[in-house]
């Protein structure tokens, strides 16, 4: 059956076929939601929604793929970010997993359900460990889909816990002998925000044109923000906040130097959790030794279970260490920080 079917891309503006196959798909599935899918599918040579037509011409499954550079020391590598794979008929998800890592040097999974890593060990990815969460304020959020009862015991640790008042007590860390950093928000990524040299091992290392889209700060679906650090007149990188209503999510950063990205991070939480006496939850991912001592030091709790991130390809293992103490990983990568349902949107 796989070999008779038919791959091609979603174009913006075809609701008509994300309305042939939505019913199959869960209540508050993103592919439900027509402006995220035209924008993050088909709005940017980066990303696409792969979808397979059976013989009988309805859509038999679906996939995206984002394509990110990467940079392992001097080498640059494209790893395909996998996202919103739903297979209706047998044999749809082999072809759809055959041009997703087609596209790219290796696929990419960063996060992930039980059941695709269970097809991930059978075609023998790599996994790399020590990546975890790390959180403050813990606000207990489930999804929409949750059971009742999950949703309502989140509702009562939510109206006891009364959280720290994390720019306070970022003010004071600051104020004791770290390093002179300042943030400014922009609205735009600048070339001059990039760093030119970096300490990180691995990293995600996208330019200026794909940060402006990716992470664009006028999107109707989610808010991001973008800053800029500086120490001493000199740029030190950026940082992007996805900022929620009950929870900030450092997005992805960049910078030279681990110790003043941290600073930079915390001087950016610093910022928007001054604007609003609401104390959002703060979640990040990292690895980097450094920057998660930094973390944990202002009262962060990782997560005692690592988060999955596995690469892997057509017969190829990867050729990146699995020593991800120098690594600079950042949660929103691919969809990880653009899950339904959206604010303001209708769903099909």
């Not at 392992?72 to 590598?77: F, Q, V, W």
């Not at 998660?292 to 017969?315: C, T, W």
């Amino acid at each position: 059956m796989a070999r008779s079917m038919k791959i091609d891309k979603y174009q913006a503006g075809d609701t008509a076929l994300l309305e042939s196959f939505a019913q199959k798909l869960g209540t508050h599935h993103s592919l439900r939601y027509p402006q995220f899918v035209d924008y993050y599918y088909a709005r940017s040579p980066w990303c696409e929604l792969l979808t397979a037509t059976g013989d009988s011409g309805e859509v038999a499954g679906v996939l995206g793929v984002e394509r990110m550079e990467f940079a392992a020391g001097d080498r640059r590598m494209t790893l395909g970010f996998g996202s919103n794979f739903a297979a209706f008929e047998s044999g749809a998800g082999g072809l759809l997993m055959l041009h997703w890592l087609k596209s790219c040097d290796f696929g990419l999974v960063f996060g992930g359900s039980a059941d695709t890593h269970r097809i991930l060990r059978q075609q023998n990815w790599t996994w790399y460990p020590s990546i975890r969460v790390l959180r403050i304020n813990r606000k207990y959020e489930f999804r929409p889909d949750a059971a009742w009862w999950k949703r309502l015991a989140g509702a009562i640790l939510r109206s006891i816990l009364p959280g720290t008042d994390l720019a306070e007590r970022i003010r004071r860390v600051r104020a004791d002998g770290a390093p002179g950093v300042t943030v400014t928000e922009r609205q735009r990524f600048s070339p001059e925000m990039l760093p030119a040299e970096t300490a990180f091992a691995f990293r995600f290392a996208p330019g200026v044109e794909y940060l402006n889209w990716r992470y664009n700060t006028e999107l109707p679906f989610v808010r991001y923000r973008v800053f800029q650090i500086d120490m001493a007149n000199d740029s030190g990188g950026y940082v992007v906040v996805n900022q929620q209503p009950r929870r900030l999510v450092v997005a992805q950063c960049d910078g030279e130097d681990p110790i003043v990205l941290a600073q930079g991070i915390l001087a950016t939480l610093e910022t928007i959790c001054r604007e609003d006496p609401v104390r959002r939850e703060v979640f990040l991912t990292s690895s980097h030794v450094d920057m998660v001592d930094a973390f944990r030091s202002l009262g962060f709790r990782h997560s005692k279970r690592e988060y999955p991130f596995a690469v892997g390809g057509l017969g190829r293992a990867p050729t990146i260490s699995q020593d991800t103490g120098k690594w600079l990983v950042s949660f929103d990568w691919g969809d990880n920080g653009l899950r339904a349902p959206f604010p303001g949107q209708v769903a099909l």
